[in-house]
Nanobody, 117 residues
C-alpha cells in the first residue's frame, strides 16, 4: 500500500519562504509521477507543480519563478520550495503520486500553508 507523508507547512509572512517535503513508502518510487496540489478555502483543488521520474517539470502559471519542485529518486521524496509567498498562496497543500502505468492516484493528508499579509 502506497503511503505519502507530507511535512513543512506553517505560518509565514508575505514575501517569506517555506519548503514542503513528501516521502513515498510502500512501492517502487520510479513508477510514479509526483505532484503538489493545493486547495484554498472555498476553491477547488488545483495542480501546483509536477515532476516525472526523469525530472521533467511543470508549474502552474501563478507559481512560476517562485516555486521549485525537486525530486530525489534515491530517497523517494519530492519537495516544494516556495519563495516570495503571497497571501493568495494560502491553502492546504497535498502531495500526490500517480502511477504512470495505471493512472491510479495516491494522496497525502495535506499540510496547511498560511501566508499573512
Amino acid at each position: 500500500q502506497v503511503q505519502l507523508m507530507e511535512s513543512g507547512g506553517g505560518l509565514v509572512q508575505a514575501g517569506g519562504s517555506l519548503e514542503l517535503s513528501c516521502v513515498l513508502s510502500g512501492n517502487l518510487y520510479s513508477i510514479y509521477i509526483m505532484h503538489w496540489y493545493r486547495q484554498a478555502p472555498g476553491k477547488e483543488r488545483e495542480l501546483v507543480a509536477r515532476v516525472n521520474f526523469v525530472g521533467a517539470k511543470h508549474y502552474e502559471d501563478s507559481v512560476k519563478g517562485r516555486f521549485t519542485i525537486v525530486r530525489d529518486n534515491s530517497k523517494s521524496t519530492v519537495s516544494l520550495q516556495m519563495n516570495s509567498l503571497k497571501p493568495e498562496d494560502t491553502a492546504v497543500y497535498y502531495c500526490n503520486a500517480q502511477n504512470r502505468y495505471t493512472g491510479k492516484d495516491y494522496w497525502g493528508e495535506g499540510t496547511l500553508v498560511t501566508v499573512s499579509s
